[in-house]
């Protein structure tokens, strides 16, 4: 028997109840539990059963949770069994109460899971009254700060103050908590142990149905390791790592941030530029671990001599940079000879050896009509290129109107236009006949370089020569002459064969450049080119100033039938002390000589010096400039072997008809 409540709380009508086994609709777990209560011991005289079980409703998977109280009774006590039972016939059942706890249970075991959640918690959380006493702990805070529950309870979080946090911390912290707003901040705390922590917190506000705070939680994250990360990060980030200066990324930071000031502001800064000089000395007789060692002590050199609020950074390998904010051109020189002053008088030490070092500075006064950080920083660096290029160990200041700088800018244009042109074969080759005085040959004639322009023009060599010189580029120049000299001769057989000799100009850094020798080694055997129609010249003072290295170049090409040409012979002082220890074929007697031989009898007397030297020594003579017949003449009256000139032969492509 059971009443029709059932039907609301297993959906099962009273009917269909009857004569169903309790473990149908028992949870499997709570099966032993049941058993005790629905069956019927023995002994009768037992006291009342109490159990909480699980019921499976009806028509879904849903389960109910349920507390049952039960008994054991005599079934003839009740009207509704004696009806149906003998007169001497006694029987026993249970009897029993059961009442839906589904929602107390869910919320019970909410509860448990929130109870476990907070003790298992990796941060610290407590709780408080709205007086602040401290009315729960989880196992975290003992962990954190070293304090035992017995000790916090009925403190207020006061316990954890360091003293280090700001006042204005706190009373944003009480002004939002006022407010019924969760406050959310990072605290200076301190452990038991005396140690600071930093404290990510939250604290919330606990309200009831009438809208009255009855207590705060507050769950702290110690997030001082992560936080010293970040420190360490962000101090990586912005700083050199060997100089613990500011780095490259920092300081154009700032300097945009003062470029902005000045323009806000319409205030005056200085900017330098910094390049120690005779550092690779250092790092090529000592190491690499010298030359680190030089940037630091450098370093702390520098910080001494610049003011606070100025920034002192390392840009990268030997240079430095300051960036002075409201800082007068007058205020920015005085600082640049302290720091000479302070560099003149270091001497570095290093494992026995003693080293002296300058410094060369560019300064720049920055002010809106200059451009970003980049312009700023590029005009610096030509400033501090022109200190070096003066001489060194000195300040030069840029100026808009300077000169010097402006032909360094020039040269700076030709860097670009040559390597395009080197990239995209915007070269070409002229030729100018060298026309022999005393004995007819085939042809013979020197190799000039041109550029091609967009517009159809050529630009001759002067222009971009000089540049590529002092940017380094002369090598590549010259390797493309040689290729492309070589290749033009070899693929016109019948000119080929007619040829006596082509003169290929060499610059003074492919003498020294070692992989030179065997790229010219490797043209010849590639083109088929004939080595002894070949002629090398190289300019007299190319040649005295690596005497060693041109020697031995000259020597090793030599020997595979190249020939050799000295141009511009009698330039030098020395023109003749030299000349009988470089083996060469040929004397290019300078052209500053050979113009004026008809008017002048100093310059008459020189062209004829150096061409009876230059025979006594087994040598032949080419004369340069030659403009006009009267000076041929005079060359021919010599027995100068050969002339070269307008008046001789123009230059042409060196594709034209022969």
């Avoid at 280090?164 to 301190?190: M, P």
């Avoid at 006064?365 to 070096?388: E, F, P, S």
């Avoid at 860097?415 to 100018?432: G, K």
């Avoid at 580029?473 to 082509?502: G, H, Y």
């Amino acid at each position: 028997f059971l009443n029709n409540v059932i039907a609301d709380l297993l959906g099962y009508s009273a009917a269909e109840m009857v004569g169903k086994h309790y473990s149908a609709l028992v949870h499997a777990d709570d099966l032993a539990k049941a058993e005790i209560i629905f069956k019927i011991p023995d002994t009768k005289a037992i006291p009342p059963r109490d159990a909480e079980l699980r019921l499976y409703c009806k028509d879904s998977e849903l389960i109910k949770y349920v507390a049952v109280s039960a008994i054991v009774i005599a079934l003839d006590a009740l009207d509704i069994f004696k009806q149906s039972m003998q007169a001497d016939e006694q029987s026993f059942g249970i009897f029993g109460i059961i009442r839906d706890i589904t929602e107390h249970k869910l919320a019970e075991i909410h509860l448990r899971k929130l109870n476990l959640a907070m003790e298992h918690s990796p941060n610290l959380i407590f709780i408080t009254n709205p007086a602040g006493t401290i009315q729960y702990t989880n196992q975290q805070l003992t962990a954190t700060t070293g304090y035992s529950q017995e000790e916090v309870l009925g403190q207020t979080p006061h316990i954890f103050s360091s003293g280090d946090t700001l006042q204005e911390v706190y009373q944003d912290l009480w002004q939002t908590l006022s407010a019924g707003q969760v406050w959310r901040g990072i605290l200076k705390n301190k452990k038991k142990c005396g140690d600071i922590y930093l404290a990510q917190q939250s604290i919330a506000p606990l309200v009831d149905d009438a809208g009255i705070t009855t207590h705060y939680v507050a769950i702290q994250e110690d997030v001082t390791e992560a936080s010293l990360l970040n420190e360490k990060l962000s101090y990586q980030a912005t700083h050199d790592p060997l100089t613990d200066l500011i780095n490259r990324n920092e300081f154009d930071r700032r300097l945009e941030r003062v470029i902005m000031t000045a323009r806000d502001q319409d205030s005056e800064h200085a900017l330098c530029y910094m390049d120690l000089d005779q550092f690779k000395v250092v790092n090529d007789i000592c190491s690499h671990t010298a030359g680190d060692e030089l940037l630091r002590q450098i370093s702390a050199l520098l910080s001494q001599v610049i003011r606070r609020r100025d920034t002192l950074a390392r840009l990268g390998g030997d240079e430095f940079a300051i960036l002075m904010e409201h800082c007068s051109l007058e205020q920015a020189q005085r600082t640049t000879q302290k720091v000479h002053s302070i560099i003149e008088k270091f001497q570095f030490q290093w494992e026995g050896k003693s080293f002296r070092i300058g410094i060369s500075i560019g300064l720049i006064v920055i002010n809106i009509h200059k451009g970003g950080a980049d312009t700023h920083l590029k005009h610096a660096d030509m400033a501090c290129y022109m200190a070096k290029v003066a001489g060194r160990n000195r300040t030069h200041i840029y100026r808009e109107d300077d000169a010097a700088i402006a032909q360094h800018q020039g040269e700076m244009n030709w860097l670009a236009i040559i390597n395009n042109a080197l990239d995209n074969n915007q070269f070409c080759l002229y030729t100018q006949a060298i026309v022999p005085l005393t004995s007819p040959e085939g042809e013979h004639c020197e190799i000039l370089l041109r550029m091609k322009n967009d517009n159809g023009t050529v630009t001759a060599p002067g222009a971009f020569l000089p540049a590529a010189e002092r940017y380094q580029l002369s090598p590549k120049i010259d390797r493309w002459v040689i290729q492309n000299t070589f290749a033009s001769f070899t693929e016109q057989i019948k000119r080929l064969e007619l040829l006596s000799m082509c003169s290929i100009n060499l610059s003074g850094p492919s003498l020294n450049s070692p992989n030179m020798l065997a790229f010219i080694e490797e043209q010849l055997e590639i083109t088929g080119m004939p080595a002894d129609k070949v002629c090398f010249e190289i300019t007299e003072t190319a040649a005295i100033a690596n005497l060693c290295s041109a020697t031995e170049f000259i020597t090793q090409l030599k020997a595979l039938g190249c020939k050799f040409s000295l141009d511009d012979f009698g330039s030098g002082l020395s023109s003749f002390a030299y000349l009988k220890n470089l083996p060469v074929d040929f004397l290019k007697i300078d052209g500053f000589f050979v113009k004026d031989i008809e008017h002048d009898q100093v310059d008459l007397a020189m062209v004829k010096s150096i061409n009876d030297i230059g025979h006594v020594m087994g040598k032949k003579t080419i004369a340069e400039f030659v403009e006009c017949e009267p000076v041929l003449q005079t060359l021919m009256a010599m027995k100068v072997d050969y002339a070269q000139g307008y008046h001789t032969g123009k230059p042409k492509p060196i594709n034209d008809q022969y």
